[in-house]
């Protein structure tokens, strides 16, 4: 009576069994994805001990060129002036895409920066990512948290910050720093004296792509933006592999701003505090590049 049917039980059955695989493909991907997860939060998986690894084999296969490399980068991130303050607040102007000469100074021993007691300072939901708390510790950094900030301080070891954050890439020859208050009071309430850098031609390392721009004001607020490098910047970039950049980024040290300790500051000594370091980075970067420079 339905022997019609026959034929199709052939193809019900592949269906359910291609079904019945699927099924367990994407319980056990979840499942895989959920303990692999979890052994990466409680710290079960290390990303170091792979980096070191790939360091050395790196260096063995291609000896020949890490020496050409390191010295590549040494050029591209020239250094002038010198750090004369044993625990400082170092302050990067400006932000930049990557804030790349920060990164090569302060996260690694590639160039010649004057100073090594010094730990870098980026964006705290970064350490929400898997690995990037132990990424951290091995490139000497500390999240842009208030007490992760002092802590370091108090313990004699000087900040590196870029404190116009990643919206200051948005607007040329412009500092973002009118609206900053937390770096102030942190520089007040331990005595810490302000040090401006100007690295030159950070801002031209990479050029943005278009985007829209209603959604850059939407995350405005926020102090974000979408900061998409154009390919033939990132090219651009990636020839310091055979060459030093064409257009060197000079990091330029300024002389450092004396800051009076205040265990309580108030809001008035804060914007006493922001309009001297303004001034002093305003002069050194009319003095380095010929420029005025705004701030917003």
Same mark, same amino acid.
């Given at each position: ?8 039980? %052939? ?11 699927? +099924?367990? #493909?994407?319980?056990?991907?979840? !499942? ?8 990466? !939060? ?8 792979? &980096? ?6 790196? *260096?063995?296969?291609?000896?020949? $060129?890490?020496? @050409?490399?390191?010295?590549? #980068?040494? *050029?591209?991130?020239? +250094?002038? =002036?010198? +750090?004369?303050?044993? /625990? ?18 302060? =996260?690694?021993? $590639? ?29 000497? *950094? ?35 720093? @009118?609206?900053?208050? =937390?770096?102030?009071? &942190?520089? $007040?309430?331990? =005595?810490?004296?302000? #040090? ?16 829209? /721009? ?7 607020? %926020? ?10 910047? +990132? ?15 000079? @990091? ?20 006493? !505090?922001? @309009?001297? %370091? ?5 002069? &050194? ?9 705004? #701030?917003?």
């Amino acid at each position: 009576m339905f022997s019609f049917l026959y034929p199709y039980a %052939y193809m019900a059955l592949a269906a359910g069994w291609l079904i019945g695989i699927g +099924v367990l #493909i994407v319980c056990m991907g979840a !499942l895989s994805s959920t303990v692999l997860g979890l052994m990466m !939060l409680f710290g079960m998986i290390r990303i170091v001990p792979l &980096l070191t690894t790939v360091n050395r084999i790196t *260096a063995s296969l291609f000896s020949f $060129l890490v020496p @050409s490399l390191e010295a590549n #980068i040494r *050029a591209s991130f020239p +250094v002038k =002036g010198s +750090v004369s303050t044993d /625990r400082s607040i170092l302050m990067w102007h400006p932000h930049g895409l990557f804030c790349t000469s920060h990164f090569f100074h302060i =996260g690694t021993r $590639l160039t010649d920066w004057p100073a090594r007691n010094v730990k870098g300072v980026a964006l705290s939901v970064l350490t929400w990512m898997p690995f990037m708390t132990e990424l951290f510790e091995y490139f000497r *950094a500390i999240p842009s948290d208030y007490t992760a900030m002092k802590k370091a301080i108090d313990d004699g070891t000087s900040i590196s910050v870029a404190p116009g954050g990643m919206r200051e890439m948005l607007y040329p020859e412009s500092a973002l720093i @009118s609206r900053r208050k =937390g770096i102030f009071r &942190l520089a $007040l309430e331990t =005595g810490t004296p302000l #040090i401006p850098i100007v690295s030159v031609n950070e801002d031209s390392l990479y050029t943005l792509a278009n985007v829209p /721009r209603f959604l850059q004001d939407w995350l405005e607020p %926020y102090d974000l933006c979408i900061p998409i490098p154009t390919l033939k910047s +990132v090219l651009t970039y990636l020839g310091i592999l055979v060459a030093p950049l064409p257009n060197p980024i000079q @990091s330029v040290i300024g002389p450092p701003v004396s800051v009076t300790r205040i265990e309580t500051p108030t809001d008035a000594d804060i914007a006493t !505090l922001r @309009s001297r %370091y303004a001034e002093a980075l305003q002069t &050194l970067y009319k003095t380095e590049t010929g420029k005025d420079l705004t #701030i917003r």
